[in-house]
Nanobody
Framework: QVQLVESGGGLVRPGGSLRLSCAASGTIFGINTMNWYRQAPGKERELVAVITYEGTTDYADVAQGRFTISRDNAKNTMYLQMNNLKPEDTAAYYC???????????????WGQGTQVTVSS
């Protein structure tokens, strides 16, 4: 089986920074695209940033210029560096990845359990 575990969330003041991590483990054959999503209370889950295996990135407008997505393929880990955080960035942040396991010869999408980010003074 596959697990995605996020970490690095917490409480930060406006203007502060956080670095989220997402570690994939289990019977992994390969990981294709990895994404960060977030969901604020009462709102739909939204895509924040995307990174391909080769390192090509894309960002939602809310993240452009403030967030940086990266990954370490050797460690099956993805990161989200978030700078100049705003109260409206408060949300649960989720890791999402397209993974192929050593058991099943097909690609499937997996979600992490989420890590809470709260931006407040």
């Amino acid at each position: 089986q596959v697990q995605l575990v996020e970490s690095g969330g917490g409480l930060v003041r406006p203007g502060g920074s956080l670095r989220l991590s997402c570690a994939a483990s289990g019977t992994i054959f390969g990981i294709n695209t990895m994404n960060w999503y977030r969901q604020a209370p009462g709102k739909e889950r939204e895509l924040v940033a995307v990174i391909t295996y080769e390192g090509t990135t894309d960002y939602a407008d809310v993240a452009q210029g403030r967030f940086t997505i990266s990954r370490d393929n050797a460690k099956n880990t993805m990161y989200l560096q978030m700078n100049n955080l705003k109260p409206e960035d408060t949300a649960a942040y989720y890791c999402h990845a397209e993974i192929r396991t050593t058991i099943a010869p097909r690609w499937a999408y997996y979600w992490g359990q989420g890590t809470q980010v709260t931006v407040s003074s």
